[in-house]
Nanobody
Framework: QVQLVESGGGLVQAGGSLRLSCAASGRTFSNLHMGWFRQAPGKEREFVAAITWIARNTYYADSAKGRFTISRDNAKNTLYLQMNSLKPDDTAVYYC????????????????WGQGTQVTVSS
């Protein structure tokens, strides 16, 4: 089992920045591929970014490219998402997810999920 706890969400004005964190426990963090997803009201949960287990490769949704940066600190068992130039369309609950199998861009590719952290971007 893996426990994931997100933090760092909040209310920010358009153009601002936030850094989300996801603390992992219960399994060797460095053996997990990690991802960030988000879900806006009335919409499906969508892929944002992913990172391989030793951070050799990162992947982003088109909406996140150039503005968001995913990173991880395996010594601290923590995943990060640095979000810059935020837009009102980025408003959503952000979830971190873990997979011991393979990196994935889809929800079903992840076995473990956090409870989410709310990000609200005002115009």
């Amino acid at each position: 089992q893996v426990q994931l706890v997100e933090s760092g969400g909040g209310l920010v004005q358009a153009g601002g920045s936030l850094r989300l964190s996801c603390a992992a426990s219960g399994r060797t963090f460095s053996n997990l591929h990690m991802g960030w997803f988000r879900q806006a009201p009335g919409k499906e949960r969508e892929f944002v970014a992913a990172i391989t287990w030793i951070a050799r490769n990162t992947y982003y949704a088109d909406s996140a490219k150039g503005r968001f940066t995913i990173s991880r600190d395996n010594a601290k068992n923590t995943l990060y998402l640095q979000m810059n130039s935020l837009k009102p369309d980025d408003t959503a609950v952000y979830y971190c997810a873990a997979s011991p199998r393979q990196l994935s861009y889809i929800r079903d590719g992840y076995d473990y999920w956090g409870q989410g952290t709310q990000v609200t971007v005002s115009s």
